[in-house]
C-alpha cells in the first residue's frame, strides 16, 4: 500500500474523513503528538491500528471528540468533576477515563471496562473528527516501542506502507502525549501520565490531585541506580538512552569520560558549548519544559539518524510540564538513570 500525504484543506480533509468512515487508518495531527486515527466504533477499523502499530492487545486507544457534547454517549455517566475538568482544560491535551458505554467497543478500551475522552485543540484533528461525524480512536502515530512521532515526516518514517494516508498538519506544538486522569472520587483526581496539563494546574479544578507513582519510579538523588528496566522500554530510539541526573558541572565531568564514537549527550542549550569545547557529541534539546517537550522525541530520532549507539540525556526537572518530559525520557531509557551527584566517574 502507498501512504498519501494529505493536506489541511477542505477536500484533503473530506478524503481523509472518507476513509475514516470506510474502516480505514489515517495519521492525524493534534497538538500533543501525531496520533494514527479510525472510527472508534469499528472493531475491524480498530484492529487496523493495532496491527499498524504491532501495539499489544491490552492497551487502551483515547477516543477523540470535537464537541464536549458528543462524550456523553461513549461514557456510563459524567461526574461533575470531570465536567469541571473538561470545561477548564478542553480543546486541549487532557484525556479523562471514566466507566465506558456500550458505545466502546471492547477493543478500543483494550479490553478494559473504561474509556479515556480527549477534544483535541488542533484545528485539522477537529476538523478531521467533524467530517468522519464519528468519534475517533488514535493512539500515537509511532511503531509501538519508538519515540512518538511530532511531524508527519516522522510518521512517516515508522508507517510508510502500513497506512493509507497521514493527515500533514505541521509540527506538534506540546510534543509530548497527554495528560491522563482518572478520578479517584468525586474530589479527588489521579494522574496516570503526566502531560502538558500539569498536577499543578488540574489542583485549581479538583480539591485532591495525587499523581500515581508509577509515573515516577525515581531512583533518590545520591545514588547510582542502574534499574534493569531493559524489559519495558518504551518511547525509545534504536539508541541506547541513559539518563543523567545532576547539575551542569556534573553532568559535563561525567560526559567526559563519555566521548567515544557513537557516544553523544542529549543537553541542555546552555550546556551545548561546554559539550563542544569538551569534545562531546552533543545535540540539545531547549531550556524551558515546554521547549524541552516539544524537541526530546524528535531529538531521539536524529540521534539515531545521526548513528548514535549510547545517548546520555541531561534529566530535566520534575516540576511542571518536566513531570511529562521526565516520565517519558526514564522509559525511554528503560529506567537506566545514572546520579551524577556521587558519581566517581570522569572530571572536570
Ligand atoms: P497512546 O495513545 O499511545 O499515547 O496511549 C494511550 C495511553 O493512554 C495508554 O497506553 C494508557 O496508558 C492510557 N489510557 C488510555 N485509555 C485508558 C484507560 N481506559 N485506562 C487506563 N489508561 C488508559
Ligand atoms: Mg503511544
Not at 236 to 243: E, K
Not at 277 to 294: Q, S, V
Not at 328 to 333: K, N, T, Y
Amino acid at each position: 500500500m502507498t501512504t498519501e500525504m494529505l493536506h489541511f484543506t477542505p477536500e484533503e480533509i473530506a478524503r481523509a474523513a472518507d476513509l475514516l468512515r470506510q474502516g480505514e487508518t489515517v495519521g492525524m495531527p493534534t497538538e500533543t503528538v501525531y496520533g494514527l486515527a479510525c472510527d472508534a466504533g469499528n472493531p475491524s477499523a480498530v484492529k487496523k491500528v493495532f496491527a499498524a502499530k504491532g501495539r499489544p492487545a491490552d492497551n487502551p486507544l483515547i477516543v477523540h471528540i470535537a464537541d464536549i457534547a458528543d462524550w456523553k454517549p461513549l461514557v456510563k455517566e459524567i461526574p461533575p468533576l470531570a465536567m469541571r475538568l473538561a470545561e477548564r482544560f478542553w480543546p486541549g491535551p487532557l484525556t479523562i477515563i471514566l466507566p465506558r458505554s456500550e458505545a466502546v467497543p471492547a477493543i478500543t478500551a483494550g479490553g478494559l471496562d473504561t474509556v479515556g475522552v480527549r477534544f483535541p485543540a488542533h484545528p485539522a484533528a477537529q476538523a478531521l473528527i467533524r467530517a468522519a461525524g464519528v468519534p475517533v480512536a488514535a493512539p500515537s502515530g509511532n511503531r509501538s516501542g519508538s519515540p512518538s512521532p511530532t511531524t508527519a515526516a516522522h510518521m512517516l518514517a515508522d508507517m510508510d506502507g502500513r497506512i493509507p494516508a497521514i493527515l500533514d498538519g505541521g509540527s506538534c506544538i506540546c510534543g509530548v502525549e497527554s495528560t491522563v486522569i482518572l478520578l479517584d472520587d468525586a474530589e479527588s483526581v489521579r494522574v496516570l501520565r503526566p502531560g502538558f496539563v500539569t498536577p499543578e494546574q488540574l489542583q485549581t479544578v479538583a480539591a485532591h490531585v495525587t499523581v500515581d507513582p508509577a509515573v515516577l519510579a525515581r531512583v533518590e538523588p545520591g545514588t547510582v541506580v542502574r534499574s534493569p528496566g531493559m524489559k519495558y522500554r518504551h518511547y525509545a530510539p534504536n539508541a541506547q538512552v541513559t539518563l543523567v541526573e545532576g547539575d551542569q558541572a556534573h553532568f559535563l565531568a561525567f560526559m567526559a569520560s563519555h566521548r567515544e564514537a557513537g557516544e553523544f549527550a542529549l543537553c541542555f542549550d546552555a550546556d551545548e558549548p561546554l559539550c563542544k569545547a569538551a569534545g562531546i557529541r552533543c545535540l540539545p534539546y531547549g531550556d524551558t519544559d515546554e521547549a524541552r517537550a516539544a524537541a526530546f522525541f524528535s531529538r531521539l530520532r536524529e540521534l539515531d539518524d545521526a548513528g548514535a549507539a549510547h545517548v546520555y540525556v541531561r534529566a530535566p526537572h520534575t516540576d511542571g510540564v518536566g513531570l511529562a518530559v521526565f516520565n517519558r525520557l526514564l522509559r525511554a531509557a528503560g529506567y537506566d538513570i545514572v546520579s551524577t551527584e556521587s558519581s566517581e566517574e570522569g572530571e572536570w
